[in-house]
């Protein structure tokens, strides 16, 4: 099979690394890559918003299917054009992938579901939203409608905090409405599902570290590291969350006529109440990605393709016992201003460590160097028999990596520990 994988992130390296092991590939592309997808897969030069150039080389190559790494090409209908063309792609069309485009259209799904999540108010104008603050208080939670990059999420903790925030979502939304959320006490999970419309087949969890800093301190961040299965999310909360949120979801979307094709990240809050959803994403998760895929036995491109095919339900995954880690090495500055180009040493000896895979998320290579290319660069992941061992590994991988302008969180995996 020839594989389009479209993306430059670390959850596309994982995804690369993984499709590159599939005894069905003989040919796998990336657009636009970056170094270390291109040690598992061919680059081209494709720009990824561009449907119909994306429409195109499939033609032209004979693309056998398409997957979609970030969410920003499904909500502009990606999947859409290629189901149109007759072309196979891993994701949801346009309408489903409405679950992370619009956080109001899943607030309002969830109601006429009955899902359990916060309670919420939705604001179009910016005096009836501060009314509304001045009467609920903080702790809160703001969210910027549409796709804002893990940034349109804001957790406020005093009335002063609530009232800049209110100001930044609004300026963000553009002309969006604002939903604003009650705070959920609890410890939060991450949760995957393949959907094919009608069948559910369940994943495993992971919980990712949000905060820039140790001990959750500091702005909200696209993820500074996660690790896999949560101990939080038991066997009953996995059977909850079946039950009470994705398979009510997926029939909703199934009924409205826009069933849902694709892995569904399901972002949540494990309350005294049991289960709540926080958010959906629809595509692999940010670290998550890269300590799902060293745990999956199975074949991810068979797994893809059912989905595609509509025959999850003749499939089933496995996963090893082992525990995985994942540590985000940032760029100094991040998610604030921070300056590109500073050169990363010592990698491959990081990769000798025993369980550790090095996978690249904001790199580009100059001759024969690494340089960093972004805010969150590196993900080095680690395997262990427990979260003790692989955080261990993952930390002398670390360690081993030379990179004075990079900085990381000392403390992924805490929670479990």
Known sequence: MKVLLLGSGG???ALAWKLAASPLLT???AAPGNPGIAEEAEIVGLKVSDNAAVEAFCK???IDLVVVGPEAPLVAGLADRLNTAKIKVFGPIAAAARLEGSKSFTKQLCAANNIPTAKYAEFKEKAGARKYLDQVGAPIVLKADGLHAGKGVIVAMTKQEANDALDKVFEMGGNDPVVIEEFLDGEEASYFCFIDGDTVLPLTSAQDHKRVFDGDKGPNTGGMGAYSPAPVFTPEIEKRTLEEIVR????ALVKAGTPYR?????GLMITKDGPKLIEYNVRFGDPE???LMPRMKDDLLTLMLATCDGTLDKTSVRWNDEVAISVVLATKGYPGDYKSGSEIRGLAKASEV???KIF?????REGGTILAAGGRVLNVTAKGKTVKEAQMRAYIAVDLIDWPEGFCRRDIGWRAL
């Open 27 to 29: 040919k796998l592309y």
């Open 11 to 13: 959850r596309e390296h």
């Open 354 to 356: 025993e369980g550790v």
């Open 289 to 291: 990605c890269q300590v």
């Open 360 to 364: 690249h998320a904001g790199t580009k």
């Open 248 to 251: 009510p979801t997926a029939r």
């Open 60 to 62: 032209m190559n004979k």
């Open 262 to 266: 694709g892995v569904l990240y399901i």
